[in-house]
């Protein structure tokens, strides 16, 4: 068994779009809305569209992430056999060093550029919603962002503690039990955090108006 796996640390940049125009935004994310989500102008969007972008956002950051995930590991685990092998000092070091490489200069920053760019298309969803529901402030749509950023990267974070488990666990018989069990926890929580994505909308200042948010 090896040691506990440790994700790398993400730590998400603040929500900065609060009050600036379309033309304001930055250009990935007036390129990601309108040509990519295909979210404006925002008035005549269909009431569930920016959920079901959301949704679709969420998956597509989980699937990005998976091969990024796996080499990970896979770099963990090769420094580990390579140990039980016993190698020159030479070798070994040479081994390290460009495994080191590869997981400081490739993969991290990869894993840091596909949540940097989640976060971005994230924040870009958030401004449509405020710029279509104004019944909120500034403050709490702060607080149902950061809490729903937190969620999703808290389950990035499992996904790759529970990918490392499986690989751990295929030294042992019951390597197909362990595997089937962590892919039904991610489905279960991938279920969760939809409902987290509808459930977590700020209440609108105005109570007359709060149908407003159930199609979040």
Aim: aromatic share 8%.
């Amino acid at each position: 068994m090896s040691p506990a796996f440790l994700p790398p640390v993400y730590d998400p940049e603040p929500y900065t779009f609060t009050g600036l125009h379309l033309q304001e935004l930055p250009h990935f994310c007036q390129h990601y809305l309108a040509d990519v989500a295909q979210l404006l102008p925002p008035r005549m969007l269909a009431p569930d569209a920016v959920k079901h972008e959301r949704h679709r956002l969420v998956f597509s950051l989980f699937r990005s992430l998976e091969g990024t995930s796996i080499s990970l590991i896979e770099k963990r685990y090769d420094a580990a056999r390579d140990q039980e092998l016993n190698l020159p000092p030479t070798v070994a070091a040479e081994k390290n060093a460009t495994r080191l490489q590869e997981i400081v200069c490739i993969l991290l920053p990869e894993r840091q550029r596909l949540l940097d760019e989640f976060l971005l298309k994230f924040d870009a969803l958030l401004w449509i919603d405020v710029e279509c529901r104004k019944d909120c402030g500034a403050n709490d749509w702060k607080t149902y962002r950061d809490s729903l950023v937190s969620r999703v990267l808290k389950m990035v974070d499992e996904r790759l503690i529970e990918l490392d488990i499986s690989v751990d666990a295929s030294m042992t018989p019951e390597a197909s039990e362990v595997t089937e069990n962590g892919l039904l926890r991610t489905k279960v929580r991938f279920e969760l955090l939809q409902l987290d994505l509808l459930s977590h909308a700020p209440h609108p200042v105005n109570a007359a108006s709060s149908s407003a948010f159930i199609n979040l």
